[in-house]
């Protein structure tokens, strides 16, 4: 075994590059469950955002566009499921679970003309000086702009539950929302708008995905990736800082295997695939475990019915 | 306004005619799909819906393969909807299937060349148990350690999809396989085919069973202590609670059953249309059989149907591909709306459209 070959620097560059679509979704996610909504879609609104974020990037040679695109295609998916919940009242779970299904089929469909095809670059951050220091350089200043946006809406999310009155108000829609109605706030349109929010982000990340990470369009190529930003933010325990350590964690791990199988390490490759979601499972039963803490944390009317008329 | 107004109690017409409803729906919106697709809609829902029992070349073929695509459909959404009912959502059925078929396909393989009629029911049960083997992981992180069942089934999917790559590559290739990722086949030996009994209409043994589980089902929901602690713990958790029901036996027996139902489906698979063990071997059963089972109602009889529907998009979807040159996934986009459009107009079960005036 060589293990000289893995150079850290490397690693580390394409440790955050792997985490930072699932980051983008999980941190969408937690707005919207901080609302008391449980969106299980998410899967279904990366994948449609990965296609549509590439085919109107390969359409416009404009990689922002696209990216754009995505987060109006993801919104789009969402609110479909938002007017389904919030409106027709239906159950979250099977409606989460319909989202999924039909994004996985739509984008198949959409994606068909678009397998093989090579999206425009993203540009990569070059500032003089820093962008050359060794190490650090590459670490810290040289990514395309999106590791940063997705960092800088960890932050602005926070921010926004924890300092401010609307986070006030979702975060207590999320609690009670019965409460929440009678103090006179619109629990449906503030829900409404978490989901779109939430939409929006992971369509963000499926076009981060199929621009940059990979960079191409292939079916079935979120592989699991919404299911895990689900899970991330379970294990955060609806900490938006946490998520980043969630996010990378997973990235590390991903990465770490994808390198051991190009090392040929004598273990089968299909057996080092497995280890993202059996890692993913660990760190979530851990969160899990101590019962009182997960049920603190929890936003108290998650997944629960809201019908102003009861 | 408009506005929702809570029913007294579930409307039973509603309960039957939503379903109906949302396939209508579907098939109006699926019309507009094939015709931005540039397509007759008329002639593309004909073909999906009619053809495969009236046309003339195809119609044979395309019935032989109704229930082969039921069977498995209905096994695994009876399953579900016993925990669906639970409020135990399994939604990783589809990797239970998979190491079902690992599980019976390995039993198979072990005594291969072995000759007797004692050999597939053994690969039956062990099929079962791998499945549900694989199903009371997330049941005992579930228990154990308050971990969310519907992630969790999910992940092992994934796991499962990768523990099939390695075995097809590894223990279970075939020995005679010019080194090609595959098992041997089960259907060229006797002992491990799985019998067909009715031809015209695909009805293999599996089939059979399948339908004898469905029967087993019912009278376990309607007519049996532990299906009635199932309903209430899924109708009023608390009252389950002072009822002196055990919760985490309610998630172990679904999880279980719903596990065992998969793992079978996929022993039947592999043992008789699939007929051997390939990375391309899941086609995605254990995700339909999620909108079958909601599309039945999560009620024995119903889901028998809405299998048979189900099945039939698959075909229909085949000959639009075959002769309209429709792509595969559409077929998986009219499938998600239908879920879609069911729960959407499932509203009308619990609550009535009434027009009130504002109150100011």
């Known amino acids: 075994m060589d293990f000289s070959a893995l150079n850290p620097v490397s690693l580390m560059v394409?440790?955050?590059?792997?985490?930072?679509p699932v980051l983008l979704a999980a941190v969408g996610e937690l707005v919207v469950e901080k609302s008391g909504v449980l969106n299980l879609g998410v899967e279904g609104m990366m994948?449609?955002?990965?296609?549509?974020?590439?085919?109107?990037?390969?359409?416009?040679?404009?990689?922002?566009?696209?990216?754009?695109?995505?987060?109006?295609?993801?919104?789009v998916l969402a609110l479909i499921f938002g007017f389904i919940t919030q409106f027709l009242l239906s159950n979250q779970v099977a409606t989460g679970l319909a989202l999924t299904?039909?994004?996985?089929?739509?984008?198949?469909?959409?994606?068909?003309?678009?397998?093989?095809?090579k999206p425009p670059s993203t540009p990569h951050l070059d500032i003089p000086v820093l962008s050359d220091l060794p190490v650090v350089g590459p670490i810290l200043f040289s990514h395309d702009p999106m590791i940063y946006m997705s960092i800088a809406l960890v932050a602005g999310v926070w921010y926004f539950l924890n300092r401010t009155r609307g986070g006030l108000i979702l975060r207590a829609v999320g609690e009670n929302h019965d409460a929440a109605h009678s103090l006179g706030y619109n629990v449906v349109m503030i829900r409404m708008g978490a989901i779109a929010f939430g939409g929006a982000c992971a369509g963000l990340g499926g076009a981060y995905l199929s621009l940059v990470r990979v960079p191409q369009w292939t079916e079935g190529m979120t592989a699991g990736a919404g299911w895990i930003a689900l899970a991330i933010v379970v294990f955060a325990s609806w900490k938006p800082w946490r998520l980043i350590l969630g996010a990378y964690l997973f990235g590390g791990?991903?990465?770490?295997q994808l390198n051991l199988q190009a090392l040929g390490i004598g273990i089968s490759a299909a057996y080092l695939s497995m280890t993202p979601y059996l890692i993913t499972i660990i760190v979530m039963v851990i969160m899990s475990a101590d019962r009182r803490r997960a049920s603190i944390n929890a936003p108290a009317s998650l997944g629960r019915i809201f019908n102003a008329s009861h | 306004m408009l506005r929702l107004e809570p029913r007294q109690q579930a409307s039973s017409t509603m309960r039957w005619l939503t379903p109906i409803l949302a396939v209508a729906i579907t098939m109006v919106m699926g019309g507009f799909l094939f015709a931005a697709m540039g397509q007759d809609p008329f002639q593309a829902i004909k073909i999906i819906f009619l053809d495969p029992f009236i046309h003339e070349t195809f119609g044979p073929y395309s019935r032989s393969q109704l229930l082969i695509k039921a069977g498995p459909l209905i096994l695994i959404a009876t399953g579900l909807s016993i925990g669906f009912r639970a409020g135990v959502w399994n939604i990783g059925a589809e990797g239970q299937f998979v190491m079902g078929a690992i599980a019976g396909g390995a039993v198979g393989l072990a005594l291969y060349p072995a000759d007797g009629i004692w050999v597939l029911p053994l690969m039956t049960i062990a099929g079962a148990l791998g499945g549900m083997a694989w199903a009371m992981i997330p049941a005992l992180l579930k228990i154990k350690f308050n971990a969310n069942e519907i992630l969790v089934s999910l992940m092992l999917v994934y796991v499962a999809y990768n523990f099939l790559a390695a075995m097809v590559t590894?223990?279970?290739k075939s020995p005679d396989g010019y080194g090609f990722p595959e098992s041997r086949s089960f259907t060229s030996v006797d002992a491990t085919h799985l019998p067909m009994i009715y031809e015209p209409l695909g009805m293999h043994a599996g089939v059979l069973v399948a339908l004898a589980l469905v029967i087993a089902a019912y009278v376990m929901m309607e007519r049996h202590l532990l299906g009635f602690q199932i309903r209430l713990?899924?109708?009023?958790?608390?009252?389950?609670?002072?009822?002196?029901?055990?919760?985490?036996?309610?998630?172990?027996?679904?999880?279980?059953?719903s596990g065992a139902l998969a793992g079978m489906a996929g022993l039947f698979e592999v043992t008789g249309p699939?007929?051997?063990?390939?990375?391309?071997?899941?086609?995605?059963?254990?995700?339909?059989?999620i909108i079958v089972a909601f599309l039945g109602r999560l009620n024995p009889i119903g889901i028998v149907l809405a299998g048979l529907l189900m099945a039939l998009t698959y075909i229909g979807g085949e000959l639009a591909q075959l002769s309209l040159g429709i792509p595969a996934a559409a077929i998986n986009v009219f499938?998600?709306?239908?879920?879609?459009?069911?729960?959407?107009?499932?509203?009308?079960?619990?609550y009535r459209l009434v027009w009130k005036k504002e109150v100011k």
């Not at chain 1, 299904?101 to 095809?117: E, V």
């Not at chain 2, 699939?274 to 059989?289: E, S």
Request: hydrophobic share 60%; glycine share 14%; proline share 4%.
């Open chain 1, 14 to 20: 394409s440790l955050m590059i792997a985490a930072t």
């Open chain 1, 47 to 75: 994948i449609i955002g990965a296609i549509a974020g590439f085919a109107i990037s390969v359409e416009t040679s404009n990689p922002w566009i696209g990216m754009l695109a995505a987060m109006v295609a993801g919104a």
């Open chain 1, 101 to 117: 299904l039909f994004g996985l089929g739509m984008a198949a469909l959409l994606g068909q003309s678009y397998t093989g095809m």
């Open chain 1, 253 to 256: 791990v991903t990465i770490l």
């Open chain 2, 170 to 172: 590894g223990p279970l």
């Open chain 2, 233 to 257: 713990t899924g109708e009023s958790p608390r009252a389950a609670k002072f009822a002196g029901v055990n919760p985490a036996v309610i998630v172990a027996v679904c999880l279980g059953i």
């Open chain 2, 274 to 289: 699939a007929g051997k063990l390939t990375t391309n071997f899941p086609v995605g059963y254990g995700f339909t059989a």
């Open chain 2, 335 to 350: 499938q998600g709306m239908m879920l879609f459009f069911l729960l959407a107009v499932d509203v009308f079960v619990n």
